[in-house]
């Protein structure tokens, strides 16, 4: 989790922002909290000072005038109107307006000495206010006002915890979603040119992706048309190294081929004292042919080009016979090819070209392995996220490579050693050939050091799910 959270730009960008919004959230909270101020605030009872003496009177002389129902009534629509609650009481302290919830008799009573004392001003204390009132026939009243909250309860206030938790959630599931949002608008494109680089990795030297990135104005999209500059730039080098490499081949061939006219020419008019040298140019002028041969191969399959169709071909059957023949040529230098295990595969691709890929493995295996030893071939099937795979392996006896060297083996013209491929008669394009065809065919080769000596070339290949 923690490789994840430290590789992955869009969780970095999501998180980042989700965390900052809840520290916004709980800023607010706790301002709110120490002004004593927003949801969590205490309410607290306000006197605005209404017109009590007015309102006294008014209540007397409705209760002398028109009764208690009348009184009750009044009383009613203040509460309703402005949010106070009014009572009034006797000399007695005996309650004249009808409420459930009036003051006990030992209160009225206290409140009406408080108010008695008071020389006809308002008592007040948090919460309520009264007044001593004298009605047109000279009785004595008591006035009480209950007040209400300042400001009147907003909905949502004093709400319980469980209902400001689920608006707490809702808060962060909307900045969650929103965040994600913005973190997934700054990464996609670069997702996109993550893809499209790997896609070039590969070979495909075609792939653009400004086009992807909409109408995006950003260094994003500057970075995108900068990439589908070099991509262009790249693709015609390669492309013009490609048409040099086959034009020079060919142009080549020619004056080869004049050559060995001229070479038998000169046999049938010389004397044995030059057929030695008359040989050699021969065997110079056949590795030179192999040479101009194996680079028009290897321009053809890094073109994407064979002279046949695809066909559905039988790996096992095709690996035998390349090991059948890799055997019989090994038999003069003391060495053998075997097969190991054999399953059922079926490709569909290029027959000579996958051909070539196999045997050139296979030969260069029987140069290096140690005389007296055997070159195992395998062939066996597994499958990788529901796609079947053939596995094509190729072990030698030999003293192995290098680890740091590796890498390099299937570059053209890529020699181990010094002079190594030219002392055994190879020209450094087998490998690279190789690498070529299996991409091609969308598969991976690759080298590793054995176990005990020797090198192991595995190649990867992807095989249909049945024979068609």
């Known amino acids: 989790m923690k490789n994840l959270f430290r590789n992955n730009l869009f969780i970095k960008i999501c998180l980042s922002f989700w965390v900052t919004t809840l520290f916004m959230i709980g800023a607010v909270l706790t301002v709110d909290w120490l002004t004593d101020t927003g949801p969590f605030r205490t309410p607290k009872p306000f006197m605005p000072g209404p017109p009590f003496p007015a309102y006294g009177q008014t209540l007397v002389w409705i209760l002398e005038h028109e009764g208690r129902a009348s009184l009750n009534a009044f009383a009613r629509r203040i509460q309703k109107e402005t949010g106070f609650q009014?009572?009034?009481?006797?000399?007695?302290?005996?309650?004249?307006?009808?409420?459930?919830?009036?003051?006990?008799?030992?209160t009225?009573?206290?409140?009406?000495?408080?108010?008695?004392?008071?020389?006809?001003?308002?008592?007040?204390?948090?919460?309520?206010?009264?007044?001593?009132v004298i009605g047109p026939t000279g009785k004595a009243y008591t006035m009480t006002v209950h007040a209400p909250l300042k400001p009147p309860p907003p909905p949502g206030e004093n709400q319980p915890w469980g209902m400001?938790?689920?608006?707490?959630?809702?808060?962060?599931?909307?900045?969650?979603?929103?965040?994600?949002?913005?973190?997934?608008y700054l990464t996609a494109p670069i997702l996109k040119l993550g893809a499209a680089v790997r896609q070039m990795a590969t070979g495909?030297?075609?792939?653009?992706?400004?086009?992807?990135?909409?109408?995006?104005?950003?260094?994003?999209a500057r970075l995108a048309l900068d990439f589908d500059r070099m991509a262009e730039r790249?693709?015609?080098?390669v492309n013009n190294k490609r048409i040099l490499l086959r034009d020079i081949s060919h142009e080549l061939r020619s004056p080869l081929a004049r050559l060995n006219v001229a070479l038998e020419l000169c046999r049938k008019e010389s004397d044995t004292i030059h057929e030695k040298a008359l040989h050699r140019i021969e065997r110079e002028s056949a590795k030179l042919n192999e040479l101009i041969e194996s680079l028009l191969i290897l321009n053809r399959v890094e073109s994407g080009i064979s002279t046949t169709q695809p066909t559905i071909i039988d790996l096992?059957?095709?690996?035998?016979?390349?090991?059948?023949?890799?055997?019989?040529?090994?038999?003069?230098?003391?060495?053998g090819v075997k097969t190991t295990n054999m399953e059922t595969c079926f490709t569909e691709g290029y027959e000579d070209l996958l051909c070539r890929a196999i045997d050139n493995v296979a030969r260069n295996a029987v140069r290096y392995t140690a005389d007296g030893t055997i070159v195992e071939v395998a062939l066996r099937r597994c499958e990788k996220n529901g796609a079947g795979t053939g596995v094509i392996t190729i072990r030698d006896h030999g003293q192995g490579v290098p680890e740091e060297l590796l890498p390099c083996l299937f570059q053209a013209f890529y020699r181990v050693?010094?002079?190594?491929?030219?002392?055994?008669?190879?020209?450094?394009?087998?490998?690279?050939?190789?690498?070529?065809?299996?991409?091609?065919?969308?598969?991976?080769?690759?080298?590793?050091?054995?176990?005990?000596?020797?090198?192991?070339v595995e190649i990867s290949l992807p095989v249909l799910s049945k024979k068609e």
């Open 164 to 184: 400001i938790l689920f608006r707490l959630l809702v808060v962060l599931a909307v900045s969650g979603f929103i965040c994600y949002l913005l973190a997934r």
């Open 86 to 106: 009014v009572s009034l009481a006797d000399e007695n302290g005996v309650a004249l307006i009808d409420r459930p919830e009036q003051t006990d008799f030992k």
């Open 204 to 220: 495909d030297l075609s792939v653009r992706i400004s086009h992807a990135l909409g109408n995006r104005k950003d260094e994003i």
């Open 417 to 456: 050693g010094e002079g190594r491929e030219r002392e055994t008669g190879g020209t450094g394009l087998g490998l690279a050939i190789t690498e070529a065809a299996i991409r091609l065919h969308g598969g991976q080769v690759h080298a590793a050091n054995a176990d005990g000596g020797g090198l192991i």
């Open 108 to 132: 009225r009573t206290g409140i009406s000495v408080k108010v008695g004392n008071n020389g006809g001003e308002p008592w007040r204390e948090e919460g309520r206010a009264a007044l001593r």
């Open 316 to 335: 096992a059957k095709l690996i035998q016979e390349r090991v059948d023949d890799a055997d019989f040529e090994a038999k003069s230098l003391n060495r």
């Open 234 to 237: 790249i693709e015609s080098l």
